[in-house]
């Protein structure tokens, strides 16, 4: 998005360097409408997407619409409107570097690391949502199944999803953004 419209990819840029190569944009590597409703009916969409770093497309030098060109199997696209080569990612190397970040100590802890992330998405939002936090907290938890329903109770668990959810619903509605958060079990 242009920034003068939102501080959505400045927010990206800030996220990625909490988060070293953990923050995307993605953009589906799919022909037409036909293959992506085949990609999205085998929940391969992201297996089928190219991912590109904010950080390396860089702050945005205007208030201009911006592109990325690229093409599907190639390693780099072009940032438009001044061409910059800008490396993609795919799910597959992505994944693969996954074991190593589950390792990283700042994510060994569930409960901490979806605090933080709520915190982080809190600071992002507008007031409005920030406003509305404990109204969205308070609907998705009476949506949650009741704590123990899985044969045990876990207070600190069902908080920690709590805040995954939160965060999540505040990235989409006012960000703009899908939040997504893979942990081991």
């Known amino acids: 998005m242009r ?9 990206l840029i800030d996220w990625e360097g909490r988060y070293p190569g953990q923050v995307f944009y993605a953009a589906p590597c799919l022909r037409d409408g036909a293959a992506f409703n085949k990609a999205y009916n085998a929940v391969d ?4 997407s190219a991912l590109f770093s904010p950080v390396a497309i860089g702050p945005l030098p205007d208030d201009k619409v911006h592109t990325i060109a690229y093409k ?22 992505l994944t693969g570097r996954l ?17 933080d992330v709520r915190s982080a998405v809190r600071e992002a939002a507008s007031p409005a949502l920030r406003q509305a936090e404990n109204g969205i907290a308070g609907r998705l938890r009476q949506a949650l199944p009741p704590d123990g329903a899985d044969g045990a109770a876990q207070p600190d668990r069902a908080e920690a999803i ?10 989409r509605i006012d960000l703009g953004i899908d939040l997504v958060i893979a942990q081991p079990r």
């Open 3 to 11: 920034r003068d419209v939102s501080d959505q990819h400045r927010l």
């Open 162 to 171: 709590l805040d995954v959810l939160v965060a999540r619903e505040i990235a």
């Open 45 to 48: 969409v992201a297996r089928s």
């Open 72 to 93: 599907p199997g190639l390693s780099y696209g072009y940032f438009c409107s001044e061409p910059k080569e800008i490396a993609v990612e795919t799910f597959d190397s």
């Open 99 to 115: 074991p190593a970040l589950f390792k990283d100590k700042r994510f060994g802890d569930f409960r901490g690391t979806a605090r």
